[in-house]
């Protein structure tokens, strides 16, 4: 048996385990997948991911509010993700944890299929705890030619704009005071922060700051039809939802995991609905 996990708040209604357990049954082998919820465990993060390790878990998926946390507990060889300072999944192997971002190639492979061949342009990113940082990489790796950090945290926006432009790709990199004002004249919204989530709700952007952009993507997927999303399809945004990116990092996931081929179609048909 394969013993995966994911550490999070709030994740009741997280489809991890239906995309992991069937994805070892389209394979052949047997996965048991576990929701950890630090409060629920009477544990802190730290005691849960060592409760995993323990006993046997072959690696984790980290989710909110812990994954920049999580690069402390393990070793990170790629540079891109040590760029990013953040973790969402995490191997197991004999000579320690090894830690990956398959949010950061998760919302690559997700943009690309919803709007192959169009421009990311000016994006407002609204969020820069860890999801926001993997996407805000994705966002470099796209081609963006400008990106407004915001988030209630102006240190966390700063940090994350100096990152990005670190990377010298000639992009526009700065932090905006509101997300209002960092959605005027973007081609591109994004939600990286939890509202919308189940058990939290809200939306980071009103509709009427919306009007004008071409795309918007919302991290959040339980629900998969959040409030930013509803607003975005109202203003005439093409929409990316948060499922196609837990879709994306999940098949990437999968492969840190256990290297196994996987039916993606298949996987995608076993889980929908």
Same mark, same amino acid.
């Given at each position: 048996m394969i013993r995966l996990g994911l550490i999070g708040d709030n994740i009741a209604a997280s489809k991890a385990p239906l995309l992991h357990e069937t994805a070892g049954r389209l394979a052949g082998v047997d996965?048991?997948?576990?929701?950890?919820?630090?409060?629920?465990?009477?544990?802190?993060?730290? !005691?849960?991911?060592? $409760?995993?390790?323990? &006993?046997?878990?072959?690696g984790l998926n980290v989710t909110y509010p812990y994954k920049e946390r999580a690069t402390a507990r393990v070793h990170v060889s790629d540079p891109l993700v040590q760029a990013i300072g953040a973790v969402n999944t995490v191997r197991f192997d004999a000579d320690g944890p090894q830690g990956f971002n398959t949010d950061y190639s998760g919302f690559m492979r997700a943009y690309r299929a919803a709007?192959?061949?169009?421009?990311?342009?000016?994006?407002?990113?609204?969020?820069?705890g860890g999801v926001g940082k993997a996407v805000g990489f994705a966002l470099i790796g796209l081609g963006a030619t400008d990106i407004r950090c915001v988030d209630t945290d102006t240190d966390k926006a700063t940090t994350l704009a100096r990152s990005l432009a670190a990377q010298?790709? !000639?992009?526009?990199? $700065?932090?905006?005071? &509101?997300?209002?004002?960092?959605?005027?004249?973007?081609?591109?919204?994004?939600?990286?922060?939890?509202?919308?989530?189940?058990?939290?709700?809200?939306?980071p952007l009103p509709e009427a700051a919306m009007r004008g952009a071409s795309w918007a993507f919302d991290a959040v997927y339980t629900p998969v039809h959040t409030p930013f999303l509803q607003s975005a399809k109202r203003a005439g945004l093409d929409i990316i939802s948060g499922y196609e990116l837990f879709f994306g990092q999940g098949i990437d996931a999968w492969e840190v995991f256990t290297g196994l081929p996987l039916d993606t179609a298949a996987l995608r048909a076993a889980i929908s609905g």
């Open positions: 996965v048991r997948y576990d929701r950890l919820v630090p409060k629920d465990m009477g544990l802190g993060f730290d !005691g849960v991911f060592d $409760h995993a390790r323990e &006993s046997g878990f072959r709007r192959a061949g169009q421009d990311v342009g000016r994006v407002c990113l609204i969020g820069a010298e790709t !000639g992009a526009r990199i $700065h932090v905006a005071p &509101s997300a209002e004002g960092a959605a005027k004249d973007a081609d591109g919204i994004i939600n990286c922060t939890p509202l919308g989530m189940e058990g939290i709700g809200g939306t």
